[in-house]
């Protein structure tokens, strides 16, 4: 290979931080000289104000520096035609047409919706935490903030105030914090507006334009924080993803447990699955070993047991309590600060507790079973043997 091919190469595995794939593959790089030892680097961006702009040019300019005979790096950072950029949502898109909602039920993605009876019970702070547990373990995750009214992932992720989704012709591309690709209402707000006299109609199309305007790429998880009780946002995500699975997020007090068991029968009526119950603000102990159970003991379980009991004669699964959170300063700090603390303080007993429940739920994983795939089988021509 010629200098400026091996340019090429080092500059085409460069990755674009939103789309998390190759430029090379994305069509974004341009025309490559090296003239005694300086590397002339041609780029294309998506858009005009891309936000991962500098990001890409100095990645560029690192990988080009890197190459052995590079003595200096010029980058040269253009901007997609229109055809081009129709051309690169066409491959993303892989054949899909738009406006299609990409997690149905053929999809290998799972689909997981965390869900409460109440508000305040650490719901979204669990979410938030489990969806960066589980991109810590290597998998690619979503977050769909659904609760529209008390929308607090981006402030959870850390995600600064004013950051909005890219975009690319008709498709959005959600910011990623912390290694997860998330959407909220909150981006598309200014600063302390609140989202008021939204009804049925349009909360469901808020939730039904998440689902197909914005561009997640291939996703292992889907999670998506449910705003508390079973209201419009809780039937929309029902008729539009009636295959999805549900955590139950509940308090130990008796007072949170009778509403979270009513929060996940509605979602079995919908055809959804409950596949655990977590308990937050669980007992935590001192440093001298004494034991405080502020909220009471016990209503994990209780939620486990009686949703695993069903309603009438009908069959379901057993749903196990996936695990039990302690109440804890450190992760109240880190909902405040932006960084979970699954990250900034994995020692911590709910970091641990949190940890634990990603690895039960890193272990499912959607299988191929009861789904159609895209084969077809043909008799082979005469000729063949």
Do not use: Y
Request: charged letters at 20%.
């Amino acid at each position: 290979m010629s200098l400026a091919e091996r340019v090429g190469t080092a500059v085409s595995a460069v990755s674009d931080p939103e789309l998390r794939r190759p430029i090379g593959d994305l069509d974004m790089v341009r025309d490559i000289s090296v003239d005694d030892g300086h590397a002339t680097v041609g780029i294309a961006l998506t858009i005009v104000g891309c936000p991962a702009a500098d990001r890409i040019e100095s990645d560029v300019r690192r990988a080009a520096a890197s190459v052995t005979g590079i003595t200096g790096v010029t980058v040269d950072v253009g901007v997609m035609t229109p055809a081009e950029r129709n051309a690169l949502t066409e491959k993303l898109r892989d054949g899909r047409p738009a406006r299609q909602m990409p997690f149905g039920p053929e999809s290998l993605t799972r689909v997981v919706l965390v869900s409460s009876g109440k508000g305040g019970v650490g719901k979204s702070t669990i979410t938030a935490n489990l969806a960066v547990a589980l991109a810590a373990k290597g998998l690619a995750v979503g977050l769909i903030d659904a609760d529209v009214h008390g929308f607090s992932i981006p402030g959870l992720l850390g995600i600064p105030a004013g950051t909005r989704p890219t975009r690319i012709d008709d498709l959005m591309l959600p910011p990623v914090a912390h290694g997860v690709k998330t959407i909220s209402i909150g981006m598309f707000l200014r600063d302390g507006e609140a989202v008021v006299a939204w009804r049925g109609p349009m909360l469901h199309r808020t939730v039904q334009q998440f689902l197909t305007d914005v561009f997640f790429g291939d996703l292992d998880v889907l999670l998506i924080d449910m705003p508390p009780g079973t209201g419009d946002v809780a039937i929309s995500i029902g008729q539009l993803l009636p295959h999805a699975e549900v955590i139950v997020v509940t308090t130990p007090q008796a007072a949170a447990s009778d509403v979270a068991i009513r929060s996940g029968l509605v979602a079995r009526q919908t055809g959804q699955r409950v596949i655990g119950v977590v308990e937050n603000m669980a007992a935590f102990t001192l440093a001298d070993g004494t034991v405080i159970d502020l909220f009471g003991t016990g209503g994990g379980a209780e939620v486990a047991e009686a949703l695993s009991l069903g309603e009438g004669t009908a069959p379901v699964d057993a749903v196990p309590l996936l695990g039990s959170v302690p109440l804890s300063p450190s992760l109240r700090a880190g909902g405040d600060a932006g960084l979970p603390i699954v990250l900034s303080e994995p020692e911590d007993a709910a970091a641990q507790a949190i940890s634990a429940i990603a690895d039960r739920l890193a272990q499912r994983s959607r299988g191929l079973s009861g789904r159609s795939l895209p084969i077809s089988l043909s008799r082979p021509s005469s000729h063949e043997s």
